[in-house]
């Protein structure tokens, strides 16, 4: 599987935008870039998803680099509730019957200051 | 809808026994995925059903194994337990088998090994 790199912490203001990065250097044409944050005591969750093109969704925005090697998780405007676990995941595109195989880096812990 | 349900929350064991976990996935989500999480080696995935077929499977011993049932719902098995299989255990489900597809995680099995 291709891998990712973020940073391991980041820390943020309340009502501050965030941009968590990552790279993902070995990503090829088809994996696709998903995130999913971890709350506390609670089971992973979906945050959004892109291909190549940048992607908004009511939680966040995804910003992908041209050449895909990299890409940016924004958060508008964060609040408490949003500190977290962060992680960047590639999804290799099977075909018709793709493996759910979610491999989980290290993740960056957010931390979000009031 | 409900969400995933994964049972029991909480579960302690002594060396040598076997446990089994169950997770009922959102109804209509066919596949479902199983990750053991523990603060060294962080989110792991273990494998993955659909339609009653183990699809994919990560780098585990055989004593742990799984099932699916008819119904989507899924259960693991971990046998000769070992102080090392103390771990969140998590289930994740989703509707087919497409790398766009999100995955929806339960609150986790929490299994102690004495």
């Known amino acids: 599987d291709a891998k990712t790199t973020q940073p391991n912490s980041m820390e943020s203001n309340e009502e501050e935008p965030v941009h968590l990065p990552c790279n993902h250097s070995?990503?090829?044409?088809?994996?696709?870039i998903h995130w999913y944050r971890q709350l506390p005591s609670q089971g992973p969750e979906y945050v959004i998803h892109?291909?190549?093109s940048n992607v908004n969704n009511r939680m966040a925005s995804l910003a992908i680099a041209e050449d895909r090697k990299s890409s940016t998780l924004i958060l508008h405007r964060a609040t408490l509730r949003d500190a977290a676990v962060y992680y960047c995941?590639?999804?290799?595109?099977?075909?018709?019957?793709?493996?759910?195989?979610?491999?989980f880096g290290q993740g960056t812990i957010l931390t979000v200051h009031p | 809808k409900a969400g995933v349900t994964q049972t029991p929350r909480y579960l302690i064991k002594t060396r040598g026994q076997q446990v089994t976990l169950s997770c009922s996935p959102i109804s209509g989500h066919r596949s479902v995925s199983w990750y053991q999480q523990t603060p060294g080696q962080g989110l792991q995935f273990l494998f993955e059903?659909?339609?009653?077929?183990?699809?994919n499977k990560g780098n585990f011993p055989g004593r742990f194994s799984g099932r699916q049932f008819s119904n989507s719902r899924s259960e693991m098995n971990v046998s000769t337990l070992e102080l090392g299989d103390s771990a969140l255990y998590l289930c994740?489900?989703?509707?087919?088998?497409?790398?766009?597809?999100?995955?929806?995680f339960g609150p986790g099995t929490r299994l102690t090994v004495l």
């Open positions: 994740a489900s989703r509707t087919t088998g497409a790398s766009t597809d999100t995955q929806y």
């Open positions: 070995t990503i090829s044409g088809t994996d696709y």
């Open positions: 059903y659909f339609s009653e077929t183990q699809r």
């Open positions: 995941i590639l999804r290799a595109n099977a075909g018709g019957t793709s493996y759910g195989k979610l491999t």
């Open positions: 892109g291909l190549t």
